[in-house]
Antibody
Framework: QVQLVQSGADMKEPGASVKVSCKAS????????MHWVRQAPGQGLEWLGV????????TYAEKLQGRVTMTRDTSTSTVYMELSSLRSEDTAVYYC???????WGQGTLVTVSS | DVVMTQSPLSLPVTLGQPASISCRSS???????????LNWFQQRPGQSPRRLIY???NRDSGVPDRFSGSGSGTDFTLKISRVEAEDVGVYYC?????????FGQGTKLEIK
């Protein structure tokens, strides 16, 4: 069965960077676009971006341009999302999801606080 | 970007009664392949979102048949024929026709 297992919760100070991982299994990882979505506390869902199956092309939400980097490692079936220059507003649960968001990871809480 | 607008934002429903959520997009969701990539998600308290419906009206595997999706162009609806206690949560529509994907604000379904 399709599984997406994300890294654990993380706490960072403002200005730092965070890197969240998402390990896939149960499907041909190299054939699927992979997306990232976040959800601030008590808020709705916000799409962050996508990385193509080969990992050589990404599309990011305009508001995160310049601060977010999405990569993937086909050898380990893992996709990564790195967010830099963290602000308090980046505090959220971050989810990875397969193409058309048909399967989701369990979420990773990233807390930005001094 | 495509703006997705849901209504109502709060939906109190009596157990066993039907429920309906509307979702409108700011532009047509028809893709060049003729499909409309309008998805519906359920998020139960404390859980990750789960996709219920894809391409307007197709139920995902394991989704009860009391859930149905309909619509076309810019106007879409999610219906629950008879609400059960396990349906409590927030429902989101999302367009996957173009990047950036965009979500509706969410509709919170609760039992009266």
């Amino acid at each position: 069965q399709v599984q997406l297992v994300q890294s654990g919760a993380d706490m960072k100070e403002p200005g730092a960077s965070v890197k969240v991982s998402c390990k896939a299994s149960g499907f041909t990882f190299s054939s699927y676009y992979m997306h990232w979505v976040r959800q601030a506390p008590g808020q709705g869902l916000e799409w962050l971006g996508v990385v193509n199956p080969s990992g050589d092309s990404t599309t990011y939400a305009e508001k995160l341009q310049g601060r977010v980097t999405m990569t993937r490692d086909t050898s380990t079936s893992t996709v990564y999302m790195e967010l830099s220059s963290l602000r308090s507003e980046d505090t959220a649960v971050y989810y990875c999801a397969r193409h058309q968001l048909d399967h989701w990871g369990q979420g990773t809480l990233v807390t930005v606080s001094s | 970007d495509v703006v997705m607008t849901q209504s109502p934002l709060s939906l109190p429903v009596t157990l066993g009664q039907p429920a309906s959520i509307s979702c409108r997009s700011s532009q047509s969701l028809v893709y060049s392949d003729g499909n409309s990539y309008l998805n519906w998600f359920q998020q139960r308290p404390g859980q990750s979102p789960r996709r219920l419906i894809y391409k307007v009206s197709n139920r995902d595997s394991g989704v009860p048949d009391r859930f149905s999706g309909s619509g076309s162009g810019t106007d879409f609806t999610l219906k629950i024929s008879r609400v059960e206690a396990e349906d409590v949560g927030v429902y989101y529509c999302m367009q996957g026709t173009q990047w950036p994907y965009t979500f509706g604000q969410g509709t919170k379904l609760e039992i009266k």
